[in-house]
């Protein structure tokens, strides 16, 4: 199974509101990554958790709040996003050592009314 | 430090003809070397990756690419193109060590197949 799963597969919501994003893999993976990816760019790191802990974060504002709950899972909580925060935000795993590459979920759409 | 370059942003090729994306990176030593295929709103799917050995390494749907070390390139071909394969193309390199575990994307090339 190489799959990587995320729900939903798009999200409006209000600069107001609280949501999450999720994403699942059951690879065996134990690192896994949340991109952000505007039209026509290539994807743009965000977050990677190692073995279910924060290793890298790119300055990305607090209004985005990543989670790990376990090593299949990896959440995103959004709260008070602006319109600029629209984007496709694309989840992904790998093992440890990225020699094998990342595998990469279909992603949400999230708009930001 | 380490950047990736796809120079051409946007590629157009009749169905049938011969396809070559361009890749080169810059890199303190021989990264690990992918591409990756996007289409529209879609995930990314990798379609082939090089770490080590036989400098010409194949993937899925057809495709193929060639380690050039002395090139820093890792350029993508297709001997004949098919319509399902207009679509966004992204090189990508990571670290063989373990200090930052993540991709480095080229800006991508948009592929458009002419019938």
Redesign the interface.
Known sequence: DTE?T?TPKHLVMGMTNKKSLKCEQHMGHR?M?WYKQKA????E?MF?Y?YEKL??NESVPSRFSPECPNSSLLNLHLHALQPEDSA?Y?C?S?Q????????????T?LTVT | AQSVTQPDIHITVSEGASLELRCNYSYGATP?L?W?VQSP??????LL?Y?SGDTLVQGIKGFEAEFKRSQSSFNLRKPSVHWSDAA?Y?CAV???D?G????T????T?LQVQP
């Not at chain 1, 026509?40 to 994807?43: D, H």
């Not at chain 1, 050592?97 to 990342?102: E, K, T, V």
């Not at chain 2, 994307?105 to 991508?108: E, K, V």
């Open positions: 990587v995320q690192a990554y026509k760019k290539p994807p790191l990677v190692s290793s890298i496709l694309l992904a790998s440890e050592s990225l020699h094998s590459g990342q595998y990469f979920g279909p992603g759409r | 690990y992918f990756y709103g879609q995930g990314l799917q990798l990756k770490f966004e992204f990571a670290p063989r373990t930052r575990r993540a991709l994307f080229g800006s991508g948009r």
